[in-house]
């Protein structure tokens, strides 16, 4: 089982910055190692679907943005640390949802929530105007 925590949400104010960081431990599923899965960051802002922010394949890094966030959000890995970055800055109000890391073992569909086998609990983002 692949755990996932995340942390460094908080309050900011619009045009600043935030660090999220998704720390990943355990086995996948036939003993799959964390560096053979793709993290992705999702929000989820009240009363709105849950959105794909951004993703990255821990073996090669490759990455993928949706297009609200290029040019502001920048996701990394640290292989050592076991642990997925999303640099956040530019922040606008809109930005404010509850972050999730999630893991899947395939790239196809990166965007597609529902293609995601492990998830984490979440880190509150609010950005104030």
């Given at each position: 089982?692949?755990?996932?925590?995340?942390?460094?949400?908080?309050?900011?104010?619009?045009?600043?910055?935030?660090?999220?960081?998704?720390?990943?431990?355990?086995?996948?599923?036939?003993?799959?190692?964390?560096n053979?899965?793709?993290i992705?960051?999702?929000?989820?802002?009240?009363?709105?679907?849950?959105?794909?922010?951004?993703?990255i394949?821990?073996?090669?890094?490759?990455?993928?943005?949706?297009d609200s966030?290029k040019?502001?959000?920048?996701?990394?890995?640290?292989?050592?640390?076991?642990?997925?970055?999303?640099?956040?800055?530019?922040?606008?109000?809109?930005?404010?949802?509850?972050?999730?890391?999630?893991?899947?073992?395939?790239?196809?569909?990166?965007?597609?929530?529902?293609?995601y086998?492990?998830?984490?609990?979440?880190?509150?983002?609010t950005?104030s105007?």
């Amino acid at each position: 089982q692949v755990q996932l925590v995340e942390s460094g949400g908080g309050l900011v104010q619009a045009g600043g910055s935030l660090r999220l960081s998704c720390a990943a431990s355990g086995r996948g599923a036939s003993g799959r190692t964390l560096n053979s899965y793709n993290i992705g960051w999702f929000r989820q802002a009240p009363g709105q679907e849950r959105e794909f922010v951004a993703a990255i394949s821990w073996r090669i890094g490759t990455t993928s943005y949706a297009d609200s966030v290029k040019g502001r959000f920048t996701i990394s890995r640290d292989n050592a640390k076991n642990t997925v970055y999303l640099q956040m800055n530019s922040l606008k109000p809109e930005d404010t949802a509850v972050y999730y890391c999630a893991g899947r073992s395939d790239w196809a569909g990166v965007a597609d929530d529902k293609r995601y086998d492990y998830w984490g609990q979440g880190t509150q983002v609010t950005v104030s105007s």
